[in-house]
């Protein structure tokens, strides 16, 4: 039998709910894949089997593909399915992670509203022909509910980093293009805004090429997620049953 090792895992958003805890124990054979990883949450975990399957494995704040053995070290994080894509007591923030904002170059998460003109300011350059900014706010409606608020929570040093990667990335892809993309966290009412995002470039048609990429790109890989309130209480988004 292979050795096993103890191992913290890293809960949030609904998991961390259905769980009742942010952290969990777990007993790993050496050389437990991703996949291996989830089959072995949902047996000692009954209460979040049905949830832990469709999660992806961050292994210090990084990615692992299902088939790649699990590194010896690390923090491990079951990552639910981000928010993105779809049409009272309040979730509190993550308490390991309750600072107002975190920053890194052209990337932000904070729990202040966020400023439209402040992070198209942050793309200015002389050789700009075009800025476009996309502001996503929080709807009255969905999924054919009437929205009281949100609530957005995050892993905020993993978010951080992908955020900061996404925007190198089509830096270095779209030539001259500069982009911003700052995320609120915590409560939110209905009008307010959840991301913002700004990209500058030569041209009107790479400004907006960096500025969609930029979106669809948070929107898929960014650990964050997003919890709908309504008269009947709160559902997760993006997170399946």
């Known amino acids: 039998m292979s050795p096993r090792t103890s191992r913290n895992i890293r809960l949030f958003a609904g998991l961390k709910e259905a769980a009742g805890r942010s952290h969990m124990p777990l007993e790993c054979p050496e050389g437990a894949t991703p996949a291996d990883l989830k089959g072995l ?3 000692a975990y009954p209460e979040i089997a049905s949830l832990a399957d469709a999660c992806r494995v961050a292994v210090g704040g990084k990615f692992v593909a299902d088939d790649a053995p699990l590194p010896a070290e690390g923090e491990i994080a079951l990552i639910p399915p981000v928010s993105g894509g779809q049409d009272v007591d309040r979730a509190p923030l993550d308490t390991d992670d309750d600072t107002a904002s975190d920053r890194s170059r052209s990337a932000c998460l904070t729990t ?4 439209s003109t402040q992070v198209a300011r942050e793309v200015a350059m002389d050789t700009a022909g075009a800025t476009t900014t996309f502001v996503g706010n929080v709807r009255s409606h969905s999924r054919g509910l009437i929205i009281t608020h ?9 978010a951080l980093r992908v955020m900061q990667e996404i925007v190198d990335d089509i830096e270095s892809d779209v030539e ?7 995320h609120r966290l915590g409560r939110l009412v209905v009008g307010e805004a959840a991301v913002v995002i700004a990209a500058s470039a030569p041209h009107r048609a790479e400004a907006f090429d960096a500025c969609r990429r930029a979106i669809e790109a948070l929107k898929r890989d960014v650990p964050i997620w997003k919890k709908e309130f309504d008269a ?5 988004i993006g997170q399946g049953p």
Not at 112 to 115: E, H, Q
Not at 232 to 236: D, E, K, N, R
């Open 41 to 43: 949450v949902a047996a």
């Open 112 to 115: 202040l509203a966020l400023d």
């Open 150 to 158: 949100l609530d957005y929570e995050a892993y905020r040093p993993m």
């Open 176 to 182: 001259g293009a500069r982009v911003a993309i700052h």
């Open 232 to 236: 009947q209480g709160g559902s997760w």
